[in-house]
């Protein structure tokens, strides 16, 4: 092995799925209509983002995928899991429902949970009737 491949392994030792992981968020961030579209959302998309919250001594700290709010009043909370084919469980389910907790929602929005895995999900999570699903094939 040379030296740079040595090296280029070294750096991306246990990184490799995180850095696909921030690919995939961007990815899903610049194809939102898409997500949109699958749940029968045509209005205008009124912004796209980030939320993160720091913790503090009165709040706990969050961080959000992304966060889709629609002219309509309605706002998606997406949560994004990167693990290449693997199917996604009820753990990221929790996850959500927490982060969705947890965001300020100031303009009063419906809130909805959407859960972006990239292998799909498990039998479990497709029974929860408040998650909505979107699967990497769901973009081609």
Not at 46 to 69: F, L, M
Not at 90 to 106: D, H, S
Not at 117 to 131: F, M, N, P, R, Y
Request: hydrophobic fraction near 35%; proline fraction near 1%; include cysteine.
């Amino acid at each position: 092995m040379t030296g740079d491949m040595y090296l280029f392994d070294q750096f991306t030792k246990n990184r490799w799925d995180t850095y696909l992981g921030s690919l995939f968020e961007q990815f899903v961030r610049d194809h939102a209509t898409i997500i949109a579209k699958k749940f029968g959302y045509t209005n205008e998309i009124q912004a796209i983002g980030s939320y993160w919250q720091h913790p503090t001594k009165r709040k706990k700290g969050v961080q959000i995928d992304i966060v889709i709010e629609f002219i309509d009043h309605t706002t998606f909370i997406c949560e994004c899991k990167w693990k290449g084919k693997r199917k996604t469980g009820m753990e990221a389910v929790y996850e959500l429902r927490q982060k969705a907790k947890l965001y300020p929602n100031k303009n009063n929005h419906t809130v909805k949970c959407v859960l972006i895995a990239s292998g799909g999900v498990t039998q479990a999570v497709l029974k929860e009737k408040d998650i909505r699903i979107v699967s990497l094939d769901d973009f081609f």
